[in-house]
């Protein structure tokens, strides 16, 4: 065999080491199909344009090819965001018995998990929300959310717990929102770009008629939710009636 084709030979044989090595780098040997992942989406966001305050939602979504018994998640965020609350309510983690989460406003650190007990409350395979972060907004910019290894001293990684007892670090992909603010009014519930007493009828026949949904896709509750309690009902319309007809406070920045 020539020098030249021995050569090529091992750099045929180097590159396919190298590639082979990434591949087993980036994929978890317990996790062997390598599909599980963990990313996020903004669901929600509305930034006033004059105080370039409000609100912003984030679901972290895990896409999962196996049963899924409990997760731990570390996370920690850069940009001009305060994370207020953390909620498992309607997402594919909410049947699970045991759930927990420290938030550390200070260092930006987020740690949640859950736990399933019994058969019915893992996480079937599939895609989708497993938990929502509710951030408050201080100023318009880039924001990003990694993972990270230590929490406050402790050893926090990374992880997903299979319902036969196997546990694994899933593909993680960092979250970058970039955030900016919104011309919509607060208030606004059929959005002419103003707030008057059709909005107030808009809103009642919403909640009384089946009328149209207020707001705008796919964040609603910033322009209907009034009074900021995370729901819309009539206290919204009451509300923006007073504050209208009997200068009452204005409408609030809701989720």
Known sequence: MSKTITKFLLMDLLFIFIFLSN???????????????????????YIDSSSCSGKVVISTIIENDEVLAAFTFPFHWTGPLFLDSVSFTGTRAEPMQAKFDTIDNVQNILVCAAVAYLVDQTIKPGRGPAVNLFFTATDTGTVTIDTLSIVLGTFYDLRMDTDEGSTFTPQFEKGIFHIESSDVLLGDANLDDSVNLSDVIHLARYLLKSGSEPGYFPCSYTNADMNADCLINLSDVIYLANYLLKSGPPPQVGY
Not at 23 to 43: I, K, N, T
């Open 23 to 45: 591949s087993f780098a980036q994929q978890d040997p317990l996790d062997p199909y390598g599909l599980d992942s963990v990313l996020f989406e903004q669901r929600c966001s």
